[in-house]
C-alpha cells in the first residue's frame, strides 16, 4: 500500500463502551456508579424484603417462598429470586 492510500483507524463512537461515550461527551468518569450498586427506592426495596426475609414469617406457612414474599411487598416473585 502506498504511503498516501493509509487508512487511520477511528473508533465509532455508537461501538465504544458506555463509559468511554459519557468520557468523550464530557462526564466524568467519577458520575458512573458501580455496576449493581443499587441507590434511591431500590436499594430500600431490597433491604426491606430482607428484613422480611430474616424477621418474618408468612402466615400458615414456616418459610417464605418467592412468590408469597412478592405478594407480601408488591413485587414479581422474579425480583424477589434475583435477590
Not at 424484603?49 to 408488591?74: C, F, N, Y
Request: charge should be positive; proline fraction near 7%; glycine fraction near 6%.
Amino acid at each position: 500500500m502506498r504511503a498516501s492510500h493509509r487508512v487511520t483507524w477511528v473508533p465509532n463512537p455508537r461501538s465504544a463502551r458506555p463509559a468511554e461515550r459519557g468520557f468523550t461527551a464530557g462526564v466524568a468518569p467519577e458520575a458512573y456508579r458501580p455496576a449493581g450498586e443499587l441507590v434511591g427506592a431500590a436499594a430500600e426495596k431490597v433491604n426491606r424484603i430482607v428484613e422480611a426475609t430474616l424477621h418474618t414469617k408468612p402466615e400458615d406457612a414456616t418459610h417464605w417462598s418467592t412468590r408469597t414474599m412478592a405478594k407480601a411487598q408488591g413485587v414479581s416473585h422474579a425480583s424477589v429470586a434475583r435477590i
